[in-house]
Nanobody, 123 residues
């Protein structure tokens, strides 16, 4: 089966930068949409950024101009470059993928979530 593995979270000071990575691997599949959501304690999970296989992007209002999503289709990997981080960016960040499995008993459309990686912005 396909799985998403995230990395890159950690502790950073306000104004600093981090880059998150999420790689999809497993059975034969086609990635349609990949993106990032985040969830702070007591709050709902909200969209941070997403990108399609064709390269179009979408950003949440609070991160526009500070975060950049990119995608390496050859590696089935999506990145989130986070610059000028603010304390309110502190959250668990979850990778998301909408994909189609192309072989095996699980053939069909799937939506997957990564395990989450914690980003803490604090001085």
């Amino acid at each position: 089966q396909v799985q998403l593995v995230e990395s890159g979270g950690g502790l950073v000071q306000p104004g600093g930068s981090l880059r998150l990575s999420c790689a999809a691997s497993g059975s034969i599949f086609k990635l349609n949409v990949m993106g990032w959501y985040r969830q702070a304690p007591g709050k709902e999970r909200d969209l941070v950024a997403s990108t399609t296989s064709g390269g179009s992007t979408n950003y949440g209002d609070s991160v526009k101009g500070r975060f950049t999503i990119s995608r390496d289709n050859a590696k089935n990997t999506v990145y989130l470059q986070m610059d000028n981080l603010k304390p309110e960016d502190t959250a668990v960040y979850y990778c998301y993928a909408a994909l189609t499995e192309l072989s095996g008993p699980n053939f069909g459309d799937r939506e997957l979530w990564g395990q989450g990686t914690l980003v803490t912005v604090s001085s």
